[in-house]
Structures are given as C-alpha cells and as structure tokens.
T-cell receptor, first 117, second 119 residues
Framework: AQKVTQAQTEISVVEKEDVTLDCVYE???????LFWYKQPPSGELVFLIR??????QNEISGRYSWNFQKSTSSFNFTITASQVVDSAVYFC??????????????FGRGTQLTVWP | KAGVTQTPRYLIKTRGQQVTLSCSPI?????VSWYQQTPGQGLQFLFE???????NKGNFPGRFSGRQFSNSRSEMNVSTLELGDSALYLC??????????????????FGPGTRLTVT
C-alpha cells in the first residue's frame, strides 16, 4: 500500500530562519514519483518539485532544497532564509505511474508553515 | 501558457441536488485527475482520465462520476448531494502518454479548485 506521512502538523518560524519539512513514504513499487506542493490560502496547489525513484540526486533551487533518501524512505524539503510569503500548507505526495498515466497521487496530511515577520 | 482552469469557482447547492464541475487542462495535456479536499479527510483521489477513458478511480460512491471529452476537457458530476460533499474539488492535468524512453512528464499541475458548499 502507498502511504505518505508528514509528522509535522504545524511549524512556526521567524523570517530568515531555515525550516525543514519532513516527509516519509511507504511503497512496494520500485518505480515511483515523489512530489512537493504548496497550498497558499487561495487554495490552489502549486507544484514545487518532482523526483523519481531512480534519481536520488538532491537539488537546490534558489531558497528551496530537497533531500531524497531511499534508504530511509524520506523526501524532505528545506526552505532557507524563510520569508512571510512562504507561509502556506505544504504537501508531500507519492505516485506510481501505471502505463502511460501518472496514476493517483497519495498525499500526506500537510504541514502548515507560518513565517512571522 | 494558460494554466488549468476550473469553473465555477464557488458553488452553493442544496442537499439532494446534483452538480457538474468543469476542468480545462493545460494545452497539450491529455490526462486529467480530480481530487476532493476536506479538513477531515485531506486530499482524496476521485478519478483519473486519459484519452476519454477513466484509468483510475478512488473509493467514492457511485454518486460521483466524471468524463473526459476529445479536447481533454473534463467534467465531474455529483448527484444527490449530501452535506458531507462540501469540499474543495481540485482538478489536475498531466502531460501523460509519453513512452518511458521519451521521458514521460509526470508533473501534475492543479487548477484553483471549485469550492462546493452543500446546505
């Protein structure tokens, strides 16, 4: 069965602090994709990153970085020098493509990040 | 490039009524998925369509149905609305359909959602 766990329900930080959002996943599939989405108060889910199970190279994009470790089934997300505009709910998701389609995304319950000025 | 569009954005319906929500995917995207988001259950998968065929279905009652048209636009319908159907309904489009060797793009982009309130 596929499962995504985001143990942190809420995190509060002060602007300019670094913050890491944790994500642990479970799957028996050898080919799978992991995602991070951001949901600001407006409600739209904003795509941040996708990683496939064959690519454990970690990535940095501006203030964002991701740490994918298959050995611990974790796909953590770090924001460096947080800003008030980073305040949102962040979702980690897992999918195992079936043929030519992505298949369903299994979402974690989300982490509410609040960045105070 | 225009993003995923959903109409209407807000909807208020009465128990027992039915509702149809519409989703237009990003141009060139052939796969559309629907999700329901509620505070209690979180984000739950409803169904996935590709080339006008339902490819995957979540654990929702038969009152929830959908379809996809030849231009990849999709609609979902909920009949006999219940109070518990109040939720944010999100549509997502994916540029699926590419062979693995071509590097299938499985980035899934979401629309702004339709907020349905059932009274």
């Amino acid at each position: 069965a596929q499962k995504v766990t985001q143990a942190q329900t809420e995190i509060s930080v002060v602007e300019k602090e670094d913050v890491t959002l944790d994500c642990v996943y479970e799957t028996r599939d050898t080919t799978y994709y992991l995602f991070w989405y951001k949901q600001p108060p407006s409600g739209e889910l904003v795509f941040l990153i996708r990683r496939n199970s064959f690519d454990e190279q970690n990535e940095i994009s501006g203030r964002y970085s991701w740490n994918f470790q298959k050995s611990t089934s974790s796909f953590n997300f770090t924001i460096t020098a947080s800003q008030v505009v980073d305040s949102a709910v962040y979702f980690c998701a897992l999918s195992s493509p079936r043929g030519s389609t992505l298949g369903r995304l299994y979402f974690g319950r989300g982490t509410q990040l609040t960045v105070w000025p | 490039k225009a993003g995923v569009t959903q109409t209407p954005r807000y909807l208020i319906k009465t128990r027992g009524q039915q509702v149809t929500l519409s989703c237009s995917p990003i141009s060139g995207h052939r796969s559309v998925s629907w999700y329901q988001q509620t505070p209690g259950q979180g984000l739950q998968f409803l169904f996935e369509y590709f080339s006008e065929t339902q490819r995957n279905k979540g654990n929702f009652p038969g009152r929830f149905s959908g379809r996809q048209f030849s231009n990849s636009r999709s609609e979902m319908n909920v009949s006999t609305l219940e109070l518990g159907d109040s939720a944010l309904y999100l549509c997502a489009s994916t540029r699926s359909g590419l062979a693995k060797l071509e590097g299938a793009s499985y980035e899934q982009y979401f629309g702004p959602g339709t907020r349905l309130t059932v009274t």
